[in-house]
């Protein structure tokens, strides 16, 4: 009897949503993806389909200028001409989601591309929700385990926290967030695929993430030919799904690769629409995106998202305008700013050691390597040099290879305080 009353209150709120009225206007002009129409009637955000030779191509308004209606399509617009119609959905970006999606991949429209159906009955999810009170928001005091050693070793990461991944193209970021999909403690994973080359998506899927990792999780995908648009969507579209699990109690591992892409979509977005650049070519729109986008991920009463967001930085440049936006925003970047919260003295202490060890034998390798270090000059010197190859060991870890959140802490300490201890790793 709840159940069924549980689905007939959806399709009430439904019927309450929908608008009896519908709004109409005219193409005027199309100039690249940008398209100028008089009316219809409509704000911000809102989807439009357009009449084109008995097609309907879906389009959202991002912007207004001298009476005019901007949109952008969500699909193909070849063949659109001079006064087509448009008329107005009556309704903002959503994306349909279900507990049934797990294992699935969607594109940024929400449509499944992996050759099954939906499910029939989806709940709609808000895209472009705001972000929370922030004191609805609950403080970080759980770790969370990833299953890369390194990480939950030196850099423990947080219940809800949300992680910067910085590097250049090809460095294995992909590979990083494959582990982390298939050895989290979270209860499911939502990644978002924005930007990647086509051919990079299934290669992901079947050598990064494999089965294990593939049925835990929700995929997102927009590849780099599709349009800005689209490209957006998908970040607002994979936010929506972790908080569509958040709200049913779920803890939340979403993975976005990359955030760099999504802002070029943006700046895409806002030059169509007449915004003038201003940081190195990027509009005004994006840097008060991209905390609407960041925001929404967090720990709260209900459940957690735990965002790790990937972020391309060329020739090592970590003062690229988006590099540095995003790292103001987030709670950390692969130097966690909630590891001391999280963890016992033991591995606090003993991950500053290791820590110390590594850059005391980095700051002296060139006299090492050459043979120029004489042993018995410096104490601390020597105790790098003993320890190097257990260390070396404790940070390789293959990505077939899971380690469990406390054996980690165990060696970790053991490696601290004698070196030993890793040995049969790797």
Same mark, same amino acid.
């Given at each position: 009897?709840?159940?069924?009353?549980?689905?007939?209150?959806?399709?009430?709120?439904?019927?309450d949503e929908a608008d009896p009225?519908?709004?109409?206007?005219?193409?005027?002009?199309?100039?690249?993806?940008?398209?100028?129409?008089?009316?219809?009637?409509?704000?911000?955000?809102?989807?439009?389909?357009?009449?084109?030779?008995?097609?309907?191509?879906?389009?959202?308004?991002?912007?207004?200028?001298?009476?005019?209606?901007?949109?952008?399509?969500?699909?193909?617009?070849?063949?659109?001409?001079?006064?087509?119609?448009?008329?107005?959905?009556?309704?903002?970006?959503?994306?349909?989601?279900?507990?049934?999606?797990?294992?699935?991949?969607?594109?940024?429209?929400?449509?499944?591309?992996?050759?099954?159906p939906l499910p029939l009955v989806?709940?709609?999810?808000?895209?472009?929700?705001?972000?929370?009170?922030?004191?609805?928001?609950?403080?970080?005091?759980?770790?969370?385990?990833?299953?890369?050693?390194?990480?939950?070793? @030196? *850099?423990?990461?947080? =219940?809800?926290?949300?992680?910067?991944?910085?590097? /250049? $193209?090809?460095?294995?970021?992909? !590979?990083? %967030?494959?582990?982390?999909?298939?050895?989290?403690?979270?209860?499911?994973?939502?990644?978002?695929?924005?930007?990647?080359?086509?051919?990079?998506?299934?290669?992901?899927?079947?050598?990064?993430?494999?089965?294990?990792?593939?049925?835990?999780?929700?995929?997102?995908?927009?590849?780099?030919?599709?349009?800005?648009?689209?490209?957006?969507?998908?970040?607002?579209?994979?936010?929506?799904?972790?908080?569509?699990?958040?709200?049913?109690?779920?803890?939340?591992?979403?993975?976005?690769?990359?955030?760099?892409?999504?802002?070029?979509?943006?700046?895409?977005?806002?030059?169509?629409?007449?915004?003038?650049?201003?940081?190195?070519?990027?509009?005004?729109?994006?840097?008060? @995106? *991209?905390?609407?986008? =960041?925001?929404?991920?967090?720990?709260?009463?209900? /459940? $957690?998202?735990?965002?790790?967001? !990937?972020? %391309?930085?060329?020739?090592?440049?970590?003062?690229?305008?988006?590099?540095?936006?995003?790292?103001?925003?987030?709670?950390?970047?692969?130097?966690?700013?909630?590891?001391?919260?999280?963890?016992?003295?033991?591995?606090?202490?003993?991950?500053?050691?290791?820590?110390?060890?590594?850059?005391?034998?980095?700051?002296?390798?060139?006299?090492?390597?050459?043979?120029?270090?004489?042993?018995?000059?410096?104490?601390?010197?020597?105790?790098?040099?003993?320890?190097?190859?257990?260390?070396?060991?404790?940070?390789?870890?293959?990505?077939?290879?899971?380690?469990?959140?406390?054996?980690?802490?165990?060696?970790?300490?053991?490696?601290?305080?004698?070196?030993?201890?890793?040995?049969? *790793?790797?």
């Amino acid at each position: 009897m709840n159940s069924a009353m549980l689905d007939l209150t959806r399709f009430q709120r439904r019927l309450d949503e929908a608008d009896p009225l519908t709004e109409f206007g005219i193409v005027e002009k199309v100039v690249g993806n940008t398209i100028e129409s008089h009316g219809p009637n409509v704000t911000m955000g809102c989807v439009c389909w357009m009449e084109n030779q008995g097609r309907r191509v879906p389009v959202e308004v991002v912007g207004f200028t001298d009476g005019k209606v901007i949109s952008m399509p969500l699909g193909k617009i070849d063949g659109v001409k001079q006064g087509d119609i448009l008329q107005a959905s009556g309704r903002t970006a959503s994306i349909g989601m279900s507990e049934q999606l797990q294992g699935r991949v969607l594109d940024g429209l929400g449509r499944p591309i992996d050759d099954s159906p939906l499910p029939l009955v989806l709940d709609r999810q808000d895209l472009y929700a705001e972000p929370a009170n922030p004191l609805s928001r609950d403080p970080i005091r759980e770790p969370l385990q990833t299953g890369v050693r390194v990480i939950d070793g @030196l *850099l423990t990461c947080g =219940l809800g926290q949300r992680i910067g991944i910085f590097g /250049g $193209s090809g460095v294995g970021k992909s !590979t990083l %967030l494959g582990m982390i999909a298939r050895y989290t403690s979270a209860d499911i994973n939502v990644i978002a695929l924005i930007g990647e080359r086509g051919r990079e998506v299934r290669e992901f899927i079947e050598n990064e993430l494999g089965p294990e990792g593939l049925k835990r999780s929700i995929i997102i995908v927009s590849t780099s030919d599709q349009p800005a648009l689209v490209r957006l969507r998908a970040a607002f579209a994979a936010t929506a799904a972790a908080e569509y699990f958040r709200d049913r109690g779920y803890n939340v591992m979403l993975m976005m690769d990359s955030v760099t892409r999504f802002a070029m979509a943006q700046r895409e977005v806002g030059l169509a629409a007449g915004e003038p650049p201003s940081s190195k070519g990027y509009t005004p729109s994006v840097f008060s @995106l *991209l905390p609407k986008l =960041l925001e929404r991920t967090g720990k709260f009463s209900k /459940g $957690s998202i735990t965002a790790f967001y !990937t972020v %391309l930085v060329e020739g090592d440049d970590m003062n690229d305008p988006i590099a540095d936006h995003v790292r103001s925003i987030l709670d950390g970047h692969i130097v966690s700013r909630l590891m001391s919260h999280l963890v016992d003295s033991n591995q606090k202490s003993a991950a500053y050691e290791i820590r110390d060890l590594m850059a005391t034998y980095k700051k002296s390798e060139d006299l090492i390597n050459i043979g120029a270090y004489k042993r018995g000059s410096n104490q601390r010197i020597d105790t790098a040099i003993d320890r190097a190859d257990a260390i070396n060991t404790f940070l390789k870890q293959r990505a077939e290879e899971p380690s469990q959140f406390s054996v980690t802490q165990q060696q970790l300490v053991q490696l601290a305080s004698s070196g030993s201890g890793v040995r049969q *790793l790797g």
